[in-house]
């Protein structure tokens, strides 16, 4: 199975010289702001090639030079892989690819109440997630609050190894959890040599808003790109609480804060497989509440995709998720938007784009089911329009003439199935079929499809050996 | 050998495959026999009428209608079998008289009502009748009461179906109606209606016998109303 190849970057909300003028301004940010480091490891390296540190504040400032240089080793394009052949994704260039996102610490299930998430949600989320052809990762979507202190990590991701042969990334709080994580990881892979070649695990560390990295996630960050596995160093800047008002300042923020991601993977191990991430949002400044689904997310997270093009590194954007607390309208436009302006911006690695509501924090199997339609439109968009001498049609148009109709034509049938894109919650009857079946709304048959998808029979990625084997190695795995 | 040509002529109902210059749903059918051929053949194997009917075309047709369920078939993939298996009647024709089934069954007319120019509609619902076997008097669109009245008694009709799109031209239904009580024949003649503004309470209401949402519906009520033994 190949999965076909949808290439975005139709739509550009930056011009050349827009995208030079948010490079220099960033530049100014990284040299003359500088960022601040407290993980002496950091910047140790940092200061060995060539930044400017002030070990006392905890600052760095990183030179021109250092960072077209550490850009230039960052790979323009890399695989990711799945636990499946033909599961594999390739970052880079315009190639646009849709994923979940993380990590919601509540459930809407499907009796309609909210509830907190558990370990066993991320399992049934990954063999749902699986089901989802439009869906090309999973980015762990969930915190198992029935994990014991300490043990969230391993929790997190050993439900995604049993359950998804997509290629799985998620955040993660501790060393130690990292280390286990990869260790589990390259204990399914059969060696850590042979993850290291085909990974189907990666980690999203976090770079904090304003210019700033932690001592663990520092670490972390090292440690993951020590190991030479995909990593998005994600940083969330919020205008106007995090970051400028503006679009504009926020975009140089978080250009600031993605690049020193960057650099940092870059000088553990030239070549690591970063992605260029940003979780660029917006804050309601009547009433402080964090927004995850304005249209100027989507603005930005184009944007953000543009950036990434020029430095040719593959982008993590981070579109689709709603500030709705129901899969409602509000939901469906604000994911639908913000997906089409990244899919047509050419995002590479577009997380966060299913299954969320009220701004990541809760997970909704139905919105799954929509959001897989949002994308499927949004991909069937990049697809665009065939232009050949068949799909002209002339001689059927001819065959036809005027007066006549199409539908028995062998033409028709030819390319019925592929023109059109099919969704499969989207109600297109009759009135009276409609009634007929119920006057169903979209959230009640999304939650119909999701139901069904997750009561049938799925695929284990885990035989019960190594399940047994991991469960007895790690202390703390949740039953489920 | 009979129930391989059998086989086949199911085989080429499900891909809409008429003769051999088809190309059918799937890939490589192209120069191989479509179902007028494969009749041909079975009537010279003197494969028996009644088998061609029910295990072949009609069989056929039910399959069709499983896929087109199920989300498989689309309109034009039924349309391309329903063509098929109509071509095929024709076919056999000659035998059809010969055993004398048509006669007794009464035939559908279709017409699309006064005022109103809208045609796929009705053509679909043809197609679909012919398909399954019915024998269909098209009287095509804008066609008035009057009309309509004479051409069921000219022709013996035991099914009237009357097609309107427009919610003004929906008014000509009635006075179809109307028109037939006024010529004695609504005692023998049914009544069908269709069209995307009609429903059933619409149907009701002017006092059809049927409201059809779909050619797929109207099939299946010309069975109820027109019960044939033969060629189903």
């Known amino acids: 199975m190949t999965k076909r190849i949808y290439h975005g970057g139709q739509y550009t909300v930056l011009s050349r010289k827009e995208i030079e003028n948010i490079h220099d301004a960033t530049m100014k940010v990284l040299e003359d702001v500088g960022f601040e480091i407290t993980y002496p490891p950091a910047l140790e390296l940092l200061e060995k090639n060539g930044a400017k540190v002030d070990t006392e504040q905890k600052k760095v400032y990183a030179p021109r030079e250092l960072i077209s240089k550490c850009i230039k080793q960052a790979p323009g394009e890399f695989t990711f892989y799945g636990r499946k052949e033909g599961q594999e994704i390739v970052l880079g260039g315009t190639r646009v690819q849709f994923g979940t996102g993380g990590t919601a610490l509540n459930v809407l299930g499907f009796d309609r109440k909210k509830r907190p998430s558990k370990a066993r949600d991320i399992a049934d ?9 439009n869906l090309d990762f999973l ?30 990334m998620g955040g993660v709080y501790t060393l130690q959890g990292l280390r286990d994580i990869v260790d589990m990881a390259s204990f399914l892979a059969g060696g850590r040599d042979k993850l290291q070649r085909k990974p189907f695990v990666g980690f999203i560390t976090s770079i904090a808003s304003p210019l700033r990295i932690d001592d663990l996630y520092a670490q972390l960050l090292m440690e993951v790109a020590s190991m030479g596995l995909p990593l998005a160093t994600s940083a969330a800047p919020t205008a106007g609480a995090t970051a400028p008002i503006t679009l504009a ?10 690049l020193m991601g960057v650099v940092l993977t870059q000088l553990v191990n030239p070549g690591t497989p970063v992605l260029y991430s940003a979780v660029p949002s917006t804050m309601d400044l009547r009433t402080m509440s964090f927004l995850m689904g304005t249209i100027e997310s989507g603005l930005m997270n184009a944007a953000v995709s543009q950036m990434a093009h020029y430095y040719r590194i593959p982008s993590y954007l981070t579109v689709g998720t709603t500030d709705s607390k129901i899969p409602d309208a509000q939901a469906a436009y604000e994911s639908a938007t913000t997906c089409l302006m990244g899919a047509l911006a050419g995002g590479n690695f577009i997380h966060e784009a299913a299954g969320l509501l009220e701004g990541a924090m809760t997970a909704s199997p139905a919105k799954y089911v929509i959001d897989n339609d949002i994308i499927g439109s949004c991909m069937r968009a990049l697809r665009g329009v065939e232009i050949n001498e068949d799909t002209l049609a002339v001689d059927v148009i001819a065959r036809v003439g005027p007066g006549g109709h199409f539908l028995a034509e062998e033409h028709t049938v030819k390319y019925m199935r592929t023109e059109a894109f099919f969704p499969r919650v989207s109600d297109r009857r009759s009135y009276q079929a409609w009634q007929e079946a119920g006057s169903k709304d979209s959230w009640t048959k999304a939650e119909e499809i999701a139901s069904k998808l997750m009561e049938e029979e799925h695929e284990h990625f885990m035989d019960a050996g190594q399940e047994e084997e991991i469960r007895s190695k790690y202390e703390g795995l949740v039953q489920f | ?24 749903v799937d890939e490589g059918y192209y120069g191989q026999p479509g179902v007028t051929e494969l009749v041909k053949e079975a009537l010279g194997k003197e494969v028996p009428l009644e088998k061609i009917l029910s295990d072949g075309l009609s069989r056929g047709m039910t399959m069709v209608g499983q896929k087109y369920e199920t989300g498989e078939y689309f309109i034009p993939d039924m349309l391309a079998a329903a063509e098929a298996v109509a071509a095929a009647m024709e076919v056999l024709e000659p035998q059809l008289l010969e055993s004398g089934r048509q006669e007794d069954r009464g035939k559908v007319l279709i017409a699309t009502v006064e005022k109103d120019q809208h045609d796929i509609g009705k053509n679909l619902v043809c197609i679909m009748l012919r398909g399954a076997g019915f024998s ?33 031209t929906m008014p000509y239904m009635r006075s179809t109606i109307e028109e037939l009580e006024k010529s004695n024949l609504r005692d023998r003649v049914k009544v069908m209606i269709g069209g995307a503004p009609t429903s059933d309470s619409f149907a009701r209401e002017i006092g059809a016998d049927a409201h059809g949402k779909d050619a797929f519906a109207a099939v299946k009520i010309a069975e109820k109303f027109l019960p044939g033994e033969g060629n189903r």
Do not use: W
Not at chain 1, 125 to 133: D, F, P, R
Not at chain 1, 249 to 258: C, D, I, R, S, Y
Not at chain 2, 7 to 18: P, S
């Open chain 1, 249 to 258: 300042g926020t975009l140089v923020q978080q250009n600031a804060e993605a």
């Open chain 2, 1 to 24: 050998m009979s129930a391989e040509i059998i086989d086949r002529i199911v085989e080429n109902v499900l891909q809409g495959r008429r003769d051999s210059e088809d190309e059918g």
């Open chain 1, 125 to 133: 989320i990954a063999a749902l997630v699986e089901k989802l052809e």
């Open chain 2, 136 to 168: 269909v008097v098209d009287l095509g669109i804008n066609v008035p009461a009057k009309r309509i009245a004479e051409a069921a008694a000219s022709e013996k009709a035991g099914l009237v179906g009357l097609s309107a799109l427009l919610d003004t």
């Open chain 1, 139 to 168: 980015v762990v979507p969930l915190y198992p609050n029935d994990a014991a202190k300490g043990k969230g990590d391993i929790n997190r991701f050993f439900p995604c190894f049993g359950h998804s042969s997509k290629p799985v």
